[in-house]
């Protein structure tokens, strides 16, 4: 009998254990009072317009590329040479 009453009392010990565990973890619901909160979505832009770029009145005829390396410092020297395509005399930087 005595055992019947003990298994008994782990039974109710164990599942007093279960919910006081799961109430523990419980969450919060916090509550504002005040004026509701309107989130618009947002505006629409139109989308911004790519330039042209103007048609290419020159062509790369050549490009000639000189590097030397020295105790860790690197000289590189460019030359390109472009050709004239267009009708009228072009000018770059």
Not at 16 to 32: F, H, N, P, R, Y
Not at 80 to 90: I, M, T
């Amino acid at each position: 009998m005595q055992r019947r009453i003990w298994s008994c009392l782990v039974s109710v010990i164990s599942a007093m254990a279960t919910l006081i565990g799961s109430l523990a973890d419980a969450q919060v619901i916090i509550i504002e009072h005040g004026p509701p909160i309107v989130i618009r979505p947002p505006v629409p832009h139109p989308p911004r317009p790519r330039p042209e770029l103007p048609p290419s009145v020159f062509k790369v005829r050549s490009v000639e590329m000189n590097a030397t390396v020295k105790d860790q410092i690197a000289t590189v020297q460019l030359a390109q040479v472009f050709l004239n395509v267009g009708s009228q005399p072009a000018e770059a930087q």
